[in-house]
């Protein structure tokens, strides 16, 4: 399976004309944040595949619209506004043979909206573990791709808060051995860059602007 992973950047080689011949192979896409939904529905609308993605603490004008906050008495669980985009934070998909889930949100350096401190990111974790037991014991794993907006701690971040990276998803990487994860948030300006890590089971991936990701 062929999967575009974007994030953080209108990258005009995807948001461009030529966007069907340049990604004719792609099987998936999936989105690790501070992208528009309106860019997220061309693409949807251009390539006609799955789109799953997170949001992340940029954009978050919609997050209403799919997850309740507690300023905010709008909320409906669908897609948005006809977008076929589907929302992977702290929910379980399976796509074809994948087993997919997703937690958005980057750590907390503002108290702004869809920010997390770890304690609080451990929680969204635990709410997923029925879930990861049940595709253990009837799918032979606990997962293939956990979708983030943030990083993981000491893999691709930054030292300044906003760019940390959670200890809890080295937790979930151990524990439950997802053969990717996907984050967004860490953009990349050099080429020298490292934008894909190994870490024990799990190849952690940068999705910045776009990349591309092959799964047998």
């Known amino acids: 399976m062929k999967i575009l992973c974007i994030s953080d950047q209108i990258d005009p080689l995807v948001y461009s004309p030529g966007?069907?011949?340049?990604?004719?192979?792609?099987?998936?896409?999936?989105?690790?944040?501070?992208?528009?939904?309106?860019?997220?529905?061309?693409?949807?609308?251009t390539l006609n595949k799955p789109l799953f993605?997170?949001?992340?603490?940029?954009?978050?004008?919609?997050?209403?619209?799919?997850?309740?906050?507690?300023?905010?008495?709008?909320?409906?669980?669908?897609?948005?506004?006809?977008?076929?985009?589907?929302?992977?934070?702290?929910?379980?998909?399976?796509?074809?043979?994948?087993?997919?889930a997703g937690f958005g949100g980057s750590m907390r350096y503002n108290h702004g909206v869809n920010q997390f401190t770890e304690f609080e990111m451990y929680m969204e974790i635990f709410k997923l573990i029925p879930r990861l037991l049940w595709n253990r014991i009837f799918h032979g794993r606990y997962i293939d791709i956990l979708l983030t907006h943030a990083p993981p701690k000491g893999i691709h971040d930054r030292a300044d808060k906003c760019h940390w990276g959670f200890k809890a998803f080295l937790w979930f990487m151990k524990v439950f051995k997802p053969k990717y994860l996907v984050h967004g948030h860490?953009?990349?300006?050099?080429?020298?860059?490292?934008?894909?890590?190994?870490?024990?089971?799990?190849?952690?991936?940068?999705?910045?602007?776009?990349?591309?990701?092959?799964?047998n």
Request: proline content about 2%.
């Open 19 to 45: 966007i069907k011949e340049r990604f004719s192979g792609i099987d998936l896409i999936l989105a690790a944040g501070d992208l528009p939904l309106d860019y997220l529905d061309f693409i949807i609308s």
């Open 53 to 100: 993605f997170v949001f992340g603490n940029h954009h978050t004008g919609d997050l209403k619209y799919y997850r309740r906050l507690w300023n905010s008495p709008a909320f409906m669980d669908s897609e948005y506004m006809g977008c076929g985009a589907i929302h992977l934070g702290t929910k379980f998909k399976k796509e074809g043979k994948l087993l997919l």
């Open 186 to 215: 860490i953009h990349l300006y050099d080429l020298s860059d490292v934008r894909c890590t190994k870490w024990n089971n799990t190849t952690v991936v940068n999705a910045y602007s776009h990349y591309i990701i092959n799964i």
